[in-house]
């Protein structure tokens, strides 16, 4: 696909997905103000994860400590259940539906046919999915949020600090929440190019033509690392890998390799939440998960539950990228400024950050 065809499909999409924004979507929630913490509830709020588990230092752990977060201030207590496969899931939200739920969270996309059966056989449950908009109905809010942007940050930042000139992407499987990083990501160091004349190269991911590596799920594992080890090989000296814990079998194959080499992390500030391999981290391209899932929780137990759709972008707080961290005082010194004025540039509209995944992450 040339340049401008592209151009004019992702304009095409672009304008889709603002028609669809301000059709339906709310503002990043906010937390009510009517509940004292510590104070007694009748009200249950459920999850159900998927198979990464609540430990995954990623998005399933996000929506956890958000469900905890609200119930304690709420005065509840919640009902949480780990998947260990996909084949668990209609089990598992049938076991919270009979154990007195009033909100049952869904975390990740692999859960939408699974939600969507359950809302239609419970209409009195009110429901929450976390990365999906696919399900219409008055009693499920979808929870997505717009990571190109952050990501474009991220791969921005990325380009800038490459002294190889390479850097790569992968994902778990091949998903409009997965995608949309990757995306940005590509997008991001395109900008950079575009803005100091370099020729920063993107591996593992063809924004044109919507093809890349993809480990083929979502665990921790062999495929991952000789994933992440293609593109070391390839020269990348700075890897985003998304799709939650893959990105520990980056690590591994990041030390193994003996090479400098940084990751990017998905979804948490990985710096923060896995201490073991935050060396690595150069900066992270943050959803607020916790924050969305904290606030509908506390909405719902208030009974101010809406279907609107949330969607989390850079305007309201919803994504962004992480500090630095130890890498602060090895960047270029003036990236900070040049990505505070991207952000800027991409809330005011004045630079557009496009994804065929937007439309349905």
């Known amino acids: 696909m040339t340049t401008t065809a592209r151009k004019a499909v992702l304009s095409g999409l672009a304008l889709a997905s603002t028609?669809?924004?301000?059709?339906?979507?709310?503002?990043?929630?906010?937390?009510?103000?009517?509940?004292?913490?510590?104070a007694s509830s009748d009200f249950v709020p459920c999850m159900v994860s998927d198979a990464g588990?609540?430990?995954?230092?990623?998005?399933?752990?996000?929506?956890?400590?958000?469900?905890?977060?609200?119930a304690d201030t709420i005065g509840a207590t919640p009902k949480t259940v780990e998947s260990a496969d996909e084949t668990v899931y209609d089990a598992n939200l049938s076991n919270l539906a009979d154990q007195g739920c009033n909100l049952i969270v869904t975390v990740g996309f692999a859960l939408a046919d699974a939600t969507k059966a359950a809302a239609e056989a419970n209409p009195n449950i009110n429901y929450a999915t976390i990365d999906d908009a696919s399900i219409?109905?008055?009693?499920?809010?979808?929870?997505?949020?717009?990571?190109?942007e952050a990501a474009?940050?991220?791969?921005?930042?990325?380009?800038?600090?490459?002294?190889?000139?390479?850097?790569?992407?992968?994902?778990?499987?091949?998903?409009?929440?997965v995608t949309i990083f990757m995306d940005g990501f590509a997008d991001g160091v395109k900008y950079y190019n575009e803005?100091?004349?370099?020729?920063?190269?993107?591996?593992?991911?063809d924004v044109d033509s919507q093809n890349g590596t993809f480990t083929g799920g979502f665990e921790a594992g062999t495929t991952a690392k000789q994933s992440a080890q293609t593109l070391i090989d390839q020269n990348a000296d700075v890897i985003l890998?998304?799709?939650?814990?893959?990105?520990?079998?980056?690590?591994?194959?990041?030390?193994?390799?003996?090479k400098d080499v940084v990751l990017v992390g998905a979804d948490s500030d990985t710096y923060?939440?896995?201490?073991?391999?935050?060396?690595?981290?150069?900066?992270?391209?943050?959803?607020?998960?916790?924050?969305?899932?904290?606030?509908?929780?506390?909405?719902?137990?208030?009974?101010?539950?809406?279907?609107?759709?949330?969607?989390?972008?850079?305007?309201?707080?919803?994504?962004?990228?992480?500090?630095?961290?130890?890498?602060?005082?090895?960047?270029?010194?003036?990236?900070?400024?040049?990505?505070?004025?991207?952000?800027?540039?991409?809330?005011?509209?004045?630079?557009?950050?496009?994804?065929?995944?937007?439309?349905?992450?």
């Not at 009693?139 to 190109?148: D, G, R």
């Not at 940050?153 to 800038?160: E, K, P, R």
């Not at 803005?195 to 991911?205: A, I």
């Not at 890998?241 to 003996?258: K, N």
């Open 53 to 70: 588990g609540f430990d995954d230092k990623s998005f399933n752990q996000l929506g956890y400590e958000g469900l905890n977060e609200a």
């Open 272 to 361: 923060e939440t896995d201490t073991a391999n935050a060396d690595l981290f150069l900066t992270s391209v943050l959803k607020g998960i916790k924050q969305a899932t904290d606030a509908v929780v506390t909405q719902a137990s208030e009974d101010q539950f809406s279907s609107t759709p949330y969607v989390g972008t850079l305007e309201n707080d919803g994504v962004g990228i992480a500090p630095f961290h130890d890498y602060a005082d090895k960047v270029d010194g003036g990236l900070q400024d040049e990505l505070d004025t991207i952000k800027a540039g991409i809330i005011d509209g004045s630079i557009t950050v496009e994804s065929p995944s937007a439309l349905t992450s």
């Open 19 to 38: 028609a669809v924004i301000l059709a339906g979507c709310a503002s990043a929630p906010e937390s009510g103000s009517g509940s004292t913490s510590g």
């Open 241 to 258: 890998p998304v799709g939650g814990p893959i990105y520990q079998s980056a690590a591994e194959a990041i030390r193994d390799s003996g």
């Open 195 to 205: 803005q100091k004349s370099e020729d920063v190269k993107v591996v593992g991911w």
């Open 136 to 148: 219409t109905a008055d009693n499920v809010q979808p929870i997505t949020f717009n990571t190109s």
């Open 152 to 177: 474009f940050l991220a791969g921005y930042a990325a380009a800038s600090y490459s002294k190889t000139g390479v850097v790569g992407t992968f994902g778990g499987m091949q998903f409009p929440t």
